[in-house]
Protein backbone atom coordinates (compact mmCIF):
# COMPACT_ATOMS: atom_id res chain seq x y z
CA UNK A 1 0.00 0.00 0.00
CA UNK A 2 3.06 2.53 0.54
CA UNK A 3 5.20 3.61 -2.49
CA UNK A 4 8.07 5.26 -3.13
CA UNK A 5 9.82 6.64 -6.06
CA UNK A 6 13.31 8.30 -6.94
CA UNK A 7 14.56 9.56 -9.86
CA UNK A 8 18.09 11.05 -10.27
CA UNK A 9 19.30 12.67 -13.67
CA UNK A 10 22.56 13.98 -14.80
CA UNK A 11 22.92 15.14 -17.78
CA UNK A 12 26.18 16.99 -19.46
CA UNK A 13 25.09 18.94 -22.44
CA UNK A 14 27.04 21.40 -23.73
CA UNK A 15 28.37 22.61 -27.20
CA UNK A 16 32.32 21.06 -27.83
CA UNK A 17 32.75 23.20 -30.87
CA UNK A 18 30.28 26.06 -31.74
CA UNK A 19 30.86 29.27 -33.33
CA UNK A 20 28.70 31.98 -34.52
CA UNK A 21 28.52 34.73 -37.44
CA UNK A 22 27.99 37.86 -35.91
CA UNK A 23 26.82 41.25 -37.47
CA UNK A 24 29.94 42.80 -39.71
CA UNK A 25 31.11 39.41 -40.72
CA UNK A 26 32.59 38.29 -37.32
CA UNK A 27 32.73 34.53 -35.38
CA UNK A 28 31.62 34.17 -31.80
CA UNK A 29 32.98 31.10 -30.22
CA UNK A 30 30.34 29.64 -27.86
CA UNK A 31 32.30 26.35 -27.52
CA UNK A 32 32.03 25.30 -23.70
CA UNK A 33 28.44 26.82 -23.88
CA UNK A 34 25.38 24.64 -22.00
CA UNK A 35 22.42 23.91 -23.72
CA UNK A 36 19.55 26.08 -23.46
CA UNK A 37 16.88 25.09 -20.58
CA UNK A 38 18.74 21.56 -19.82
CA UNK A 39 19.66 21.42 -15.75
CA UNK A 40 22.47 19.50 -15.76
CA UNK A 41 21.23 17.14 -12.19
CA UNK A 42 17.34 16.67 -11.35
CA UNK A 43 16.09 14.84 -8.54
CA UNK A 44 12.27 13.84 -8.03
CA UNK A 45 10.99 11.72 -4.63
CA UNK A 46 7.70 10.52 -4.47
CA UNK A 47 5.79 9.04 -1.62
CA UNK A 48 2.31 7.98 -2.10
CA UNK A 49 -0.25 5.71 0.47
CA UNK A 50 -2.83 3.86 -0.84
CA UNK A 51 -5.67 2.68 1.02
CA UNK A 52 -9.54 1.51 1.02
CA UNK A 53 -12.75 3.27 2.31
CA UNK A 54 -16.31 2.43 2.33
CA UNK A 55 -16.90 4.67 -0.97
CA UNK A 56 -13.31 3.54 -3.13
CA UNK A 57 -10.21 3.66 -2.61
CA UNK A 58 -7.97 6.55 -2.34
CA UNK A 59 -4.39 7.63 -2.08
CA UNK A 60 -2.52 10.30 -0.52
CA UNK A 61 0.65 11.73 -2.61
CA UNK A 62 3.50 14.49 -1.20
CA UNK A 63 6.21 14.80 -4.43
CA UNK A 64 9.28 16.79 -4.52
CA UNK A 65 11.50 17.75 -8.07
CA UNK A 66 14.62 19.87 -7.71
CA UNK A 67 16.52 20.72 -10.91
CA UNK A 68 19.94 22.42 -10.94
CA UNK A 69 20.33 26.03 -12.58
CA UNK A 70 19.76 26.01 -16.12
CA UNK A 71 20.63 29.28 -19.19
CA UNK A 72 17.17 29.83 -20.32
CA UNK A 73 18.58 32.38 -22.93
CA UNK A 74 21.89 32.20 -25.04
CA UNK A 75 24.60 33.98 -23.56
CA UNK A 76 25.70 37.38 -25.15
CA UNK A 77 29.47 38.04 -23.67
CA UNK A 78 28.34 41.46 -24.42
CA UNK A 79 24.83 42.26 -22.65
CA UNK A 80 24.33 43.41 -19.46
CA UNK A 81 22.71 41.80 -16.94
CA UNK A 82 23.29 38.62 -18.79
CA UNK A 83 22.89 36.53 -15.39
CA UNK A 84 18.83 37.60 -15.88
CA UNK A 85 19.04 35.23 -18.50
CA UNK A 86 19.63 31.90 -15.82
CA UNK A 87 17.98 30.36 -13.48
CA UNK A 88 19.15 29.42 -10.30
CA UNK A 89 18.37 25.63 -9.01
CA UNK A 90 15.11 25.05 -7.44
CA UNK A 91 12.55 22.70 -5.77
CA UNK A 92 8.71 22.08 -6.21
CA UNK A 93 6.63 20.52 -3.29
CA UNK A 94 3.19 19.19 -4.30
CA UNK A 95 0.51 16.99 -2.50
CA UNK A 96 -2.78 15.30 -3.68
CA UNK A 97 -5.39 13.22 -2.14
CA UNK A 98 -7.91 11.31 -4.09
CA UNK A 99 -10.73 9.34 -3.79
CA UNK A 100 -12.49 7.07 -6.09
CA UNK A 101 -16.22 7.01 -6.04
CA UNK A 102 -16.96 3.33 -7.01
CA UNK A 103 -20.45 4.07 -7.52
CA UNK A 104 -20.45 7.10 -9.19
CA UNK A 105 -17.24 6.50 -11.36
CA UNK A 106 -15.93 8.98 -10.23
CA UNK A 107 -12.74 10.69 -8.61
CA UNK A 108 -12.33 13.97 -5.99
CA UNK A 109 -9.11 14.89 -5.26
CA UNK A 110 -7.90 17.69 -3.38
CA UNK A 111 -4.59 18.88 -4.64
CA UNK A 112 -1.83 21.87 -4.16
CA UNK A 113 1.10 22.46 -6.52
CA UNK A 114 4.21 24.39 -5.65
CA UNK A 115 3.02 24.24 -1.77
CA UNK A 116 6.41 26.47 -0.90
CA UNK A 117 4.99 29.18 -3.28
CA UNK A 118 8.72 29.24 -5.24
CA UNK A 119 9.44 31.72 -7.70
CA UNK A 120 11.15 30.91 -10.36
CA UNK A 121 11.77 31.57 -13.91
CA UNK A 122 10.85 28.94 -17.24
CA UNK A 123 11.49 31.02 -20.48
CA UNK A 124 13.52 34.17 -21.14
CA UNK A 125 13.32 36.18 -24.37
CA UNK A 126 16.37 38.73 -24.61
CA UNK A 127 16.24 41.09 -26.77
CA UNK A 128 18.38 43.85 -25.18
CA UNK A 129 20.86 44.59 -28.06
CA UNK A 130 18.03 44.21 -30.47
CA UNK A 131 15.37 46.28 -28.96
CA UNK A 132 16.12 47.16 -25.48
CA UNK A 133 14.21 44.90 -23.73
CA UNK A 134 14.37 41.26 -22.04
CA UNK A 135 11.21 38.98 -20.73
CA UNK A 136 10.64 36.26 -18.45
CA UNK A 137 8.29 33.84 -17.58
CA UNK A 138 7.20 33.43 -14.31
CA UNK A 139 6.98 29.75 -13.07
CA UNK A 140 3.19 28.72 -11.89
CA UNK A 141 2.31 29.79 -8.07
CA UNK A 142 1.60 27.80 -5.39
CA UNK A 143 -2.41 26.58 -6.91
CA UNK A 144 -4.55 24.50 -4.88
CA UNK A 145 -7.98 23.29 -5.69
CA UNK A 146 -9.94 20.52 -6.17
CA UNK A 147 -11.27 18.08 -9.04
CA UNK A 148 -13.73 16.00 -9.95
CA UNK A 149 -13.80 13.66 -12.41
CA UNK A 150 -16.54 11.40 -13.99
CA UNK A 151 -16.50 8.46 -16.29
CA UNK A 152 -18.76 7.86 -18.80
CA UNK A 153 -18.25 4.13 -19.83
CA UNK A 154 -16.22 2.65 -22.17
CA UNK A 155 -15.48 4.15 -25.50
Same mark, same amino acid.
Given at each position: ???? &? ?6 ? *?? =?? /?? /? %? ?11 ? %??? /???? %????? $??? @? =????? #?????? #???? =??? @? ?10 ? &??? #????? @? ?9 ? @? ?6 ? *? ?9 ? &?????? =? ?11 ? #???? $? ?15
Amino acid at each position: DFDV &NLNIGYLD *AS =YD /EF /E %EDAPGGSVIDRSG %ENF /EAIP %EWNVS $IGV @Q =YNGQA #ALGDWF #ARVD =YAW @QDEVDLSPVDRF &NVG #AEQNS @QDSYGLLNARF @QLTIDRWD *ADVSLFGSNLT &NEEYKV =YVVDLINQLGFRA #ASPG $IPRTYGISFTKRFGNF
